[in-house]
Nanobody, 123 residues
Framework: QVQLAESGGGLVQAGGSLRLSCAASGRSASTRRMGWFRQAPGKEREFVAGINWSDGRTVYADSVAGRFTISKDRFKNTVNLQMNNVTPPDAAVYYC????????????????WGQGTQVSVSS
């Protein structure tokens, strides 16, 4: 079982930047991809970005493409989400997740989840 712990959330001004990190422990050899999801109050959890653990290929939701960047450090077992030009709709609890396969954007593809980190945006 993989344990995930997010960090880096907080309050950011609209137009500003924030960097989230996800530390993975007890990582399984079957891990194929890592993803970031977010959930705002009263809304469904939605896919933000994903990365292939082996080759580093990335996938982004249209709403964040060009502003957010997902990256990995295999030696440190961490996945990061650099958030630039943050806007009020980006405010949510952000979750890191681990998957052995399946569509990046489908939360059912992910078997391990972190507790989440809150991102708030001031306008």
């Amino acid at each position: 079982q993989v344990q995930l712990a997010e960090s880096g959330g907080g309050l950011v001004q609209a137009g500003g930047s924030l960097r989230l990190s996800c530390a993975a422990s007890g990582r399984s050899a079957s891990t194929r991809r890592m993803g970031w999801f977010r959930q705002a109050p009263g809304k469904e959890r939605e896919f933000v970005a994903g990365i292939n653990w082996s080759d580093g290929r990335t996938v982004y939701a249209d709403s964040v493409a060009g502003r957010f960047t997902i990256s990995k450090d295999r030696f440190k077992n961490t996945v990061n989400l650099q958030m630039n030009n943050v806007t009020p709709p980006d405010a949510a609890v952000y979750y890191c997740a681990e998957s052995t396969g399946g569509p990046y954007s489908d939360s059912a593809s992910y078997r391990s989840w972190g507790q989440g980190t809150q991102v708030s945006v001031s306008s």
